[in-house]
């Protein structure tokens, strides 16, 4: 048997706040009282004890950089001087024509470092490399191939980007 229900909104036709209590309780967001952590300030008290257990709630902590160089693990030239006959024999350098090629990122570092003489002919690659490091290196009769990274690469371009506007400028006089 089939029974017809009639919809609640319709017994409720001609009563003011349809079930609701109050005028004002059925309004929306607006009865809610804040969105949030709303609430927590001097008068009403209710919050505040799960606000002081989190540590970062209150005063400022910075921001992470987007445009954050790596981290820079250092080597010097002495370190390498020194260790270079161990590097051979365990493969991480090879002795060819008299002179060591090796590659820092294969060590784990990333970086070279000046503090040394370089007695030895070295052909080092590397991601960043200190000038004096390079110039002690080819003064041995060695090389520094220094891996370009993405700041340089923008650095060259915006570079280019201005000669080119100079060039063009100097066209239009």
Do not use: C
């Amino acid at each position: 048997m089939v029974i017809n229900k009639r919809k609640k909104n319709s017994r409720q036709r001609g009563y003011q706040t349809h079930g609701w209590g109050s005028m004002k309780k059925h309004r929306g967001k607006g009865h809610r009282g804040g969105a949030g952590m709303a609430g927590t300030g001097k008068r009403a008290d209710q919050k505040k004890p799960s606000i002081w257990k989190d540590e970062k709630y209150f005063g400022k902590f910075g921001f992470i950089s987007k445009s954050r160089m790596p981290e820079m693990i250092p080597i010097d030239i002495k370190t390498i001087e020194d260790r270079l006959e161990s590097l051979v024999k365990k493969g991480l350098a090879k002795h060819e024509g008299g002179a060591y090629t090796l590659n820092l990122a294969d060590l784990g570092y990333n970086k070279l470092l000046g503090n040394g003489k370089a007695t030895k002919k070295l052909m080092i690659t590397t991601d960043f490399a200190a000038a004096s490091a390079i110039e002690k290196i080819k003064k041995a009769g060695g090389d520094v191939k220094v891996l370009i990274t993405k700041k340089e690469k923008k650095k060259k371009h915006k570079e280019e980007e201005k000669e080119g506007k100079g060039k063009e400028a100097e066209a239009s006089k």
